[in-house]
């Protein structure tokens, strides 16, 4: 692994990862939060602000993979499809498995992301997917996410988001947030939800 701008080994960054995840998950397991087979996470991750660079300067092929290797078989168990954003020079476009483009939709392009161009998160996907292809965007389809580095993920989610108030809070030396999504309250004061 290269080097990092603080004490951080890959087995830290597999710890705190598998610790974001089961919290991403255990808010995302009961009422209007609860994911079901078949929905849609997404993950931006910044490999550069893990290893405490700034982002898009120091992209780590090693740090990626040790937080796809976390989180993939978690996300695989749980029926769910992950979506992998790639960075700002792909326009955020995600890396998914083909059968959640065709499930939901969505628009393919063409483009393969390298290291600095999609960045080594999404390097990572094209790898480890089953059937990977890059799409446009998810038509805000994502039920839950985590933001690793401050990437952005919102504008890939279902209205209405709900950020999630983490202890998990760094990954690495990046910034982790969460978010699920909600049924929009509709009806007013008399509606019974």
């Given at each position: 692994?290269?080097?990092?701008?603080?004490?951080?080994?890959?087995?830290?960054?597999?710890?705190?990862?598998?610790?974001?995840?089961?919290?991403?998950?255990?808010?995302?397991?009961?009422?209007?939060?609860?994911?079901?087979?078949?929905?849609?996470?997404?993950?931006?991750?910044?490999?550069?602000?893990?290893?405490?660079?700034?982002?898009?300067?120091?992209?780590?092929?090693?740090v990626a993979k040790a937080i796809m290797e976390t989180v993939?078989?978690?996300?695989?168990?749980?029926?769910?499809?992950?979506?992998?954003?790639?960075?700002?020079?792909?326009?955020?476009?995600?890396?998914?498995?083909?059968?959640?483009?065709?499930k939901y939709d969505l628009t393919q392009v063409s483009v393969?992301?390298?290291?600095?161009?999609?960045?080594?998160?999404s390097v990572q996907a094209m790898q480890r997917f089953s059937?990977?292809?890059?799409?446009?965007?998810?038509?805000?389809?994502?039920?839950?996410?985590?933001?690793?580095?401050?990437?952005?993920?919102?504008?890939?989610?279902?209205?209405?988001?709900?950020?999630?108030?983490?202890?998990?809070?760094?990954?690495?030396?990046?910034?982790?947030?969460?978010?699920?999504?909600?049924?929009?309250?509709?009806?007013?004061?008399?509606?019974?939800?």
């Open positions: 692994m290269e080097e990092s701008k603080g004490n951080i080994t890959l087995e830290s960054i597999k710890t705190e990862a598998e610790a974001a995840i089961n919290e991403l998950f255990a808010a995302c397991s009961e009422g209007f939060y609860e994911l079901h087979r078949g929905d849609i996470i997404v993950i931006g991750c910044s490999t550069s602000r893990v290893m405490g660079y700034h982002m898009g300067q120091h992209s780590t092929e090693d993939l078989p978690r996300v695989r168990e749980k029926g769910l499809y992950l979506a992998c954003q790639c960075c700002e020079h792909l326009n955020r476009a995600l890396v998914v498995e083909r059968e959640c483009m065709e393969k992301p390298a290291l600095h161009a999609g960045g080594a998160w059937d990977p292809v890059v799409v446009e965007d998810l038509r805000s389809k994502a039920r839950a996410g985590m933001d690793i580095g401050g990437v952005f993920i919102g504008m890939h989610m279902r209205a209405v988001v709900v950020p999630i108030h983490n202890e998990n809070t760094k990954l690495g030396c990046a910034n982790v947030t969460m978010a699920r999504t909600r049924p929009k309250l509709i009806g007013g004061e008399r509606a019974q939800y």
